[in-house]
């Protein structure tokens, strides 16, 4: 497996494409895990394949946020100070437009004759500079985790009726939770904290384009997040070339990084929790969501939006999603043990008690029935999730 990765890192990315496009799923999924960990560099480079990178950038690999396909983690910097590594700083308004000038992502880094947009710390507080103007009046600039990818390539699998028909118990039902589907004009969401992606691949290709600066046939955006009005970085060259269907990387690319997410399983929790039932957090937290296939897979979510109440309205709406409303967050841990990381959307959250803490709006029942359990319960629950 490592001798066939390392004669995969040393030849050009064309010729392994070329030579592995019709072959079966391990072999992919070894390219696309060599894709998710390449270092990606400016363009141009003598080393075709493997240039692209910004001109703005958050990271230079997937890997930079998703180490070992975790999510956002705890880090000691140069100064002793802990932060959090693998968070972004997301620009928007309550409509869900994002910044005219900065874009979508504070980008935290450049190519070499670029400068930055600015810079952050999410601990002890979230705070942020910008070499830039300020960020236009109405909208607002906030810290946004990685999740770990454990267990989510599977979401793929899960047939929009699965999604719907929870939404409609929940409003059969009338009580206060109300989930909804993300209709999006390409299907129903089911990626990101407000399953703004359809599938998986455009899931993989957003980050690409987004975090990295690198474009795909499904978001050609060469330029990455830079927007019209940052002159100095739509004048710097790019990485598109003839060998990647005129972008920087092919629609077979984003495909293999795909597989390779195939390959980060969820651990199989077959042990229910009766407490995590009986405390609500199952409502919105399905431990198991069915398959195309006639399949379970482990999920922890419903796919559906919930409106979270004020503690968790941030003010950055996407498109159809409000500021207040938020995918329940799938409970799929990597390899992270509480303490090395963080919870919700921002990370506000150091322990899971701390998370429930800040669950309002529809999840306002739960959290007063996990506030009324014993001392030793909270624990036994919070356990369990950190087991998951
Ligand atoms: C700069 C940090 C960063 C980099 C680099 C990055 N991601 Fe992410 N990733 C995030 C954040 C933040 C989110 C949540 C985004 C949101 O919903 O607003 C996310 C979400 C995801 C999700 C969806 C997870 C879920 O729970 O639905 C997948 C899959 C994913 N990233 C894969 C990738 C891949 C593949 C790459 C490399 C091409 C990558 N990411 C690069 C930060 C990053
Ligand atoms: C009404 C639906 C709903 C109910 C009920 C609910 N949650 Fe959540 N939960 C969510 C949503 C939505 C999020 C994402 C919120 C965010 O990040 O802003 C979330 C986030 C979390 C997180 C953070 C996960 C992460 O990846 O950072 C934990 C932990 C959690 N919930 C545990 C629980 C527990 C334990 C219960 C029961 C006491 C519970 N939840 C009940 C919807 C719900």
């Known amino acids: 497996m490592t001798r066939t990765l390392c004669v995969l890192l040393a030849l050009p990315l064309f010729a392994i494409l070329a030579a592995f496009a019709a072959r079966a799923d391990p072999l992919d999924a070894a390219m696309g895990k060599a894709l998710f960990e390449r270092q990606w560099i400016p363009a141009p480079s003598s080393t075709n394949g493997t240039d692209g990178l910004g001109p703005l950038f958050v990271a230079r690999s997937c890997t930079g946020c998703h180490a070992r396909g975790d999510g956002a983690h705890i880090v000691t910097r140069a100064d002793g100070s802990a932060d959090i590594a693998g968070a972004v700083v997301r620009f928007g308004n309550a409509a869900g437009e994002t910044d005219p000038y900065y874009g979508l992502e504070l980008q935290t880094n450049a190519v070499p004759g670029l400068m930055p947009e600015g810079d952050v710390r999410f601990l002890p507080n979230f705070k942020y500079n910008l070499s830039g103007p300020p960020i236009t009046n109405g909208f607002h600039a906030e810290a946004r985790l990685a999740p770990p990818l454990f267990g989510k390539a599977a979401f793929d699998d899960v047939p929009d009726e699965e999604i719907l028909a929870r939404a409609v118990s929940n409003a059969r039902d009338g009580g206060p939770i109300k989930g909804r589907a993300n209709v999006t004009p390409s299907g129903i969401g089911r990626y ?19 975090d990295i600066g690198m474009s795909s046939p499904e978001f050609p955006l060469p330029y990455g997040d830079c927007t019209r009005l940052e002159a100095a970085c739509l004048a710097l060259p790019n990485g598109e070339s003839p060998s990647f269907e005129n972008r920087e990387l092919s629609s077979a690319m984003i495909g293999v990084v ?17 407490l995590f039932a009986s405390t609500g957090c199952a409502d919105c937290h399905v431990p198991k969501l069915k398959t195309r296939d006639g399949g379970q897979i482990p999920a922890f979510t419903d796919l ?22 938020w995918r329940t967050a799938p409970l799929i841990n990597g390899h992270l043990t509480p303490g090395k990381r963080r919870y919700l959307h921002d990370g506000t959250a150091a322990t899971v008690e701390e998370a429930v803490e800040r669950h309002y709006g529809e999840a306002e029942g739960s959290r007063m029935r996990f506030e009324a359990l014993t001392a030793d319960d909270k624990k036994r629950l919070a356990d369990y999730v950190n087991g998951l």
């Open 304 to 325: 559906l939006l919930h409106d979270m109440g004020p503690l968790l309205d941030d003010g950055v709406g996407e498109p159809g999603v409000r500021s207040s409303e």
């Open 192 to 210: 990101g904290w407000k399953a703004a992606h359809t599938s998986l691949k455009e899931q993989v290709a957003h980050a690409f384009a987004f």
């Open 258 to 274: 795909a597989s390779y997410l195939q390959t980060l399983h969820a651990r199989s929790t077959n042990e229910a929790s009766a």
